[in-house]
């Protein structure tokens, strides 16, 4: 229990101290996580870390998963769907493959099972480190669509495929007669009962108004999708991926606003503790797998990282810039042709293909004997390689990919900000029209539906003149001005709370209550401190 503790304590503060520094140097923390987890590794004394595979993938994955899937735009990702399915399925397939033929010829007793399971290790994206810089840098959200997109469903294509050849390589035979219909079995099972699981949680939650019932229930949920797929021998995966899926785009009509609130500050956190935690963990995992790999000569184990990253790398891009060529070919359709990238946008996605927290959960997760009781055939050098090729990809394209996005001037073309003033609009406008009804209710009174009815006209004037790009009526400064003007109230406020409090006059559940109220309404305003108007932007 001293030794658990130990670590789970030397995690946390790992995790927060290099994330510090990744918020100082204005890196995406996955990268800075990698490298302190390389560096954690290698000190001297540390106590060995041995992980029961099958908790990485149970305690990591669902959750991961579930996240992910539950903010999805499915508008988004149906208009993309056959790009993002060529990369999701046939980019992990042909990645696998060029992987499994450059381990299996390159590295001396290399069995075929074996060289598969690291092809489907390393197959799948993580859109984490990719999303942050691109985000940053205002990429056009078709991008960030198919980056995400690939990410989500290509989870699910290399953890089927890393299934059936890590029971190949457990078991010593693989029949692809026999593989084939169990492979869509698994994926048909695994989205069954992941639709069946959402149905449920959505009706649960339906029924429910208390906030952290419900969190824990959304909690619960990728758990409650992928146990009983893996229990059933279908895939756990896919299936918390499809009860994410499902319970996100019904999310509106289930909770609250307050568990709203809650809940995505809670998964929020969730995942960069489960992300930051797999990252530095590997690092523990190192000295363990350096042993094993102690026979070896470090220019060989470089030799065969190099290798298969650049296989990695390489394949993704060759992928890229010749799949798009085909299509073309095969489909001329008017509206497919409008929608077609330039080499410049497909080299961003090709270059943001950064392996990460899927890729170092299934390497993790590799069981240490095979069926007839033998070690699992070359487990360490799987394990190495696999950090190998997040290390690579995480640090050579993440660190050149803002560089890349830059020198190609790939930019926002600014249609999420007009939806979102589109949005603002229609809710306006929404609440002006009720309003104008509730004028003849009997318990409104005309004073109160005036002062809110001029309210919402500035905000309806404030939004047209945002829409238009025309603000020399001075709408977003006024604006400005008066919510600076309210935070200054709120600071006051919660500084008199805590006077009160110190002073004994309150009680420390008071002054949170109404703490948190203020709270509520300082989320409200659309600026924080030291931010300019978007028009002046």
């Known amino acids: 229990m001293g030794d658990f503790g130990a670590i789970l304590l030397g995690l946390m503060v790992t995790v927060a101290a290099l994330s510090t520094i990744a918020t100082v140097l204005r890196i995406p923390y996955p990268i800075v996580l990698v490298l302190g987890g390389l560096a954690l590794g290698a000190i001297p004394g540390l106590p060995d870390t041995t992980l029961d595979p099958d908790l990485v993938l149970v305690l990591f994955l669902p959750p991961l998963l579930y996240s992910s899937a539950f903010f999805v735009s499915l508008r988004d990702l149906k208009a993309d769907l056959r790009v993002i399915s060529m990369l999701a399925i046939g980019l992990v397939i042909a990645t696998m493959a060029a992987v499994a033929v450059v381990a299996h010829e390159l590295i001396d007793g290399m069995p075929w099972a074996a060289a598969f399971t690291l092809g489907a290790i390393v197959a799948p994206t993580d859109a984490l480190a990719a999303g942050v810089i691109a985000r940053r840098l205002g990429v056009p959200r078709r991008v960030m669509t198919i980056i995400e997109g690939e990410s989500l469903i290509n989870d699910g294509t290399a953890l089927v495929a890393y299934r059936f050849a890590v029971a190949a390589a457990v078991s010593g035979s693989f029949s692809l007669a026999e593989a084939g219909p169990r492979f869509l079995l698994t994926v048909a099972g695994g989205i069954a009962i992941g639709l069946g699981v959402g149905c449920v949680i959505a009706e649960v939650r339906r029924r429910l108004d208390d906030p952290q019932v419900e969190i824990t229930i959304s909690l619960a949920t990728g758990y409650a999708a992928y146990l009983p797929a893996e229990a059933l021998h279908v895939s756990g995966v896919l299936a918390a991926v499809t009860s994410g899926i499902y319970v996100g785009w019904h999310a509106p009509s289930l909770g609250s606003p307050s568990q709203r609130l809650v809940g995505f500050a809670v998964w929020e956190n969730l ?19 350096a042993e094993g790999l102690s026979g070896t000569p470090t220019a060989t184990l470089l030799g065969y990282a190099l290798a298969v990253s650049a296989t990695v790398i390489v394949v993704r891009l060759i992928w890229q810039m010749t799949t798009a060529h085909l299509i073309r070919a095969l489909d001329r359709r008017p509206s497919q042709r409008a929608r077609r990238a330039g080499w410049r946008p497909r080299l961003i996605v090709g270059w943001a293909g950064m392996r ?8 993790l997760a590799l069981p240490t004997v095979t069926d007839a009781g033998d070690p699992f055939p070359q487990r360490d050098l799987i394990v190495f390689l696999t950090f190998a090729v997040i290390l690579a990809t995480l640090v050579l394209q993440g660190l050149t990919l803002p560089a890349l996005i830059k020198a190609l001037h790939v930019t926002s073309d600014g249609s999420e900000q007009r939806e979102e003033v589109e949005a603002r609009l229609a809710a306006v406008d929404a609440a002006l029209a009720r309003l104008d009804e509730l004028a003849l209710e009997d318990w409104t009174r005309e ?6 009815r001029r309210a919402y006209q500035y905000r309806q004037r404030r939004f047209e003149a945002r829409r238009a790009g025309d603000d020399s009526d001075g709408y977003e400064d006024r604006s400005l001005a008066y919510q600076r003007l309210l935070r200054e109230l709120f600071d006051v406020q919660r500084a008199e709370l805590a006077t009160l409090r110190n002073r004994g006059v309150i009680s420390n559940e008071v002054m949170h209550r109404i703490e948190r ?15 300019r108007s978007p028009q002046a932007q």
């Open 356 to 363: 990460g927290a899927v890729s170092l959960a299934a390497a």
């Open 447 to 452: 004073d109160t539906i005036d002062r809110v």
């Open 271 to 289: 995942n960069f503790l489960l992300n930051a935690i797999l990252f530095v963990l590997i690092g523990l995992q190192l000295s363990v797998v």
């Open 517 to 531: 109220e203020l709270d509520l309404e300082d989320e409200r305003l659309e600026f924080r401190p030291g931010e």
